[in-house]
């Protein structure tokens, strides 16, 4: 099945600094990807919809400028949380919708990145 | 834009009996409605799915159902075991963005 990795799982950083995370499709191109927050016990929060080539489409209240989002290729998408602090402290989750073949609407998840900020 | 409301938040059932999850959602372009599973610290499973041109899906002990007048829709599951405690999401997409549903804990009490 499709396959999609995050990197790094767990990330700790200090107040201030800049931190990427990577979403890579391993197995498949994917048109589409998709970036969501979660804080512990709720549920998943869209933060931003990210196709390749072109600027990602933020969701409302999601400061653009503090969440870097770049789609560079069809299987690597990338978050970069700019000037961190602790309230950006955080599971974050990508999710990747196959180009080709199946359900288009399917999306397949990463297995998340924890983000503490001290 | 769309709003997708889950109930309930929480549901322990006893091993063996059955589980339902219900769902809302308000934008009538939605036509595509995933539930996942998320177990803790892992990522979210998808279980089963349904689209908007049909009413019903089964797979095994897990079924959807699906009222597209009433904007709802269901996840049933029957025989539950202890290994299907977990956090359950429901989720609506126009084929676009995908908006989830606050989430279900379910514990199943051996």
């Known amino acids: 099945g499709a396959v999609v990795s995050q990197h790094p799982s767990r990330v700790i950083c200090k107040s201030g600094t800049s931190v990427k995370i990577e979403c890579r499709s391993l197995?498949?191109?994917?048109?589409?990807m998709f970036w969501y927050r979660q804080f512990p016990k709720k549920s998943l929060m869209l933060m931003a919809t990210?196709?390749?080539?072109?600027?990602?489409?933020?969701e409302q209240g999601v400061e653009k400028d503090k969440f870097l989002i770049n789609h560079a290729s069809l299987t690597l998408s990338t978050l970069t949380v700019t000037s961190a602090h602790p309230e950006d402290s955080s599971f974050y989750i990508c999710s990747a919708r196959d180009r080709a073949g199946g359900p288009t609407d399917t999306q397949y998840f990463g297995p998340g990145t924890r983000l503490t900020v001290l | 834009g769309e709003n997708v409301e889950q109930h309930p938040s929480t549901l322990s059932v006893q091993e063996g009996d059955s589980a339902v999850i219900k769902c809302t959602y308000s934008d009538s372009a939605s036509n595509y409605f995933p539930w996942y599973k998320q177990e803790l610290g892992k990522r979210p499973q998808l279980i089963i799915d349904i689209r908007s041109n049909v009413g019903e899906k089964k797979d095994q002990r897990i079924a959807v159902t699906l009222n597209k007048t009433a904007k709802h829709f269901s996840l049933h599951i029957t025989e539950t075991q202890p290994e299907d405690s977990a956090v359950y999401f429901c989720?609506?997409?126009?084929?676009?963005?995908?908006?989830f549903g606050t989430g279900t804990s379910l514990t199943v009490i051996p």
């Open positions: 989720a609506a997409s126009n084929g676009n963005q995908f908006y």
């Open positions: 990210s196709n390749e080539g072109s600027k990602a489409t933020y």
């Open positions: 197995d498949f191109q994917a048109t589409t």
